[in-house]
């Protein structure tokens, strides 16, 4: 068996396990009201439960502080330079600040393990800890391996995931299972490790891409030892065409800012694929129950946050408007609240409109 190969290690912080999914959940719905999926869940032929992924992209537009910790000078030159190409991909800056706050703060301390947390959350991570580490870069090491690990994991840093753990990729893999296992206990991995970075795949909401791309900057080298028949992928080192247009489309540039609803408006729009939330604003000015829904062809799930806290779920629907589209009745108080829109299905798309109005009052009785 060949030595293994250096990739991302199972031990991250705000990564590894669900034990801080509340806090990673809370970092991401604060950052981006859109990190919030409700995916409708139903049994037998009852009203649908809801469960809550989470994507963890930062605002878009945003500046990211990135902070050095240690290493050397000449190492971190060169991570620099490569990192800033994520800025001609996505509508973000990355920041590199010798002192100060920063959100993505670099380590090459630990030795032997490269790794990144997942977009949002890294502002679960203390502060002064590592959110990324290098653990084999050098001033000698070749140009290609920091294109590879500096690419992939500033890909982890602005939230995506990686590629073979794309629900897509659910079968278009042929695991030898017994083999990986074997494999990756070399560098210290147990079964556990290999399930939870090698086999396991995301949910649809969660994932990078609608189909597998296996040419991403996301995916690890696949050895044909570790498979059953012929197939193997090689080393990525560039950006794939599926990666720069998920990022695009998730880092919109000359993107509006979020969309202000007003009571008795209707506003026209579409979803594009791989899971876009529409994500609106609505400023509620007189105690009433209100009726917000979407209308036109799309099935669509419609989330209510508030009153004044994007991270909180008030209320969600899929399919009590019309056809498929989703209706919320709700008694509502003043104060700001936030409507988001997304498909049933995070691999479709479609056009639908979006409304609130309020119900009238009766008439007061005379004397009354």
């Known amino acids: 068996m060949s030595t293994p190969c250096r990739i ?16 990673h959940l809370e970092a991401a719905t604060h950052e981006r009201v859109g990190n919030m999926r409700i995916t409708p869940i139903r049994s037998g032929g009852g009203r649908a439960r809801a469960a809550i992924e989470i994507a963890k ?19 971190q030159d060169r991570v620099r330079s490569i990192a800033k190409e ?24 630990e030795k032997g393990f490269s790794w990144s947390t997942v977009g949002t ?10 959110t990324m580490n290098y653990g084999w ?26 590629e073979h753990q794309n629900p897509a990729a659910q079968g278009a893999i042929p695991w030898d299972k017994p083999k990986v296992y074997a494999y990756y206990a070399q560098q210290g991995w147990d079964t556990a490790d290999v399930d939870f970075n090698i086999f396991q795949v995301y949910s649809e909401d969660s994932t990078n891409h609608t189909r597998f791309d296996p040419t ?17 992928i090689g080393w990525n080192t560039e950006f794939s065409p599926m990666d720069i247009d998920f990022m695009k489309r998730q880092y919109p540039r000359r993107a509006p800012a979020m ?19 529409d994500a609106y604003h609505l400023a509620v000015l007189a105690a009433a129950t209100y009726i917000l829904s979407t209308e036109g062809p799309t099935d669509t ?20 408007g019309k056809g498929k589209n989703a209706r919320i009745v709700r008694k509502l108080q003043p104060g700001s609240y936030w409507l988001t829109v997304r498909h049933q299905h995070a691999s479709q798309g479609g056009t639908y409109s979006v409304g609130v109005k309020a119900i009238a009052r009766p008439p007061s009785a005379p004397g009354s």
């Open 86 to 109: 994520w800025e001609q991909l996505a509508n973000l800056t990355l920041e590199f600040v010798a002192s100060g706050p920063a959100q993505i703060r670099i380590s090459f301390a």
């Open 8 to 23: 991302c290690s199972p031990y991250v912080p705000g990564l590894t396990g669900d034990a801080d999914r509340h806090a």
């Open 301 to 320: 799930v419609l989330t209510l946050h508030g009153p004044d806290d994007q991270g909180a779920v008030l209320a969600w629907d899929d399919d009590r």
């Open 259 to 277: 969309t202000e609803l007003t009571v008795g408006q209707r506003i026209e729009a579409d979803l594009a694929t791989a899971g876009e939330v």
């Open 137 to 162: 870069l050098a001033p000698d090491t070749d140009l290609r391996e920091y294109q590879r690990v500096v690419r992939h994991e500033f890909g982890h840093a602005l939230g995506m995931i990686h």
């Open 57 to 75: 992209l930062w605002e878009n537009g945003r500046t990211l502080k990135v902070r050095f910790l240690d290493g050397d000078p000449a190492v």
């Open 216 to 232: 991403s900057i996301m995916e690890y080298a696949i050895p044909d030892a570790l498979t059953v028949g012929s197939f193997a």
């Open 121 to 130: 959350d890294a502002l679960t991570v203390a502060d002064g800890e590592a």
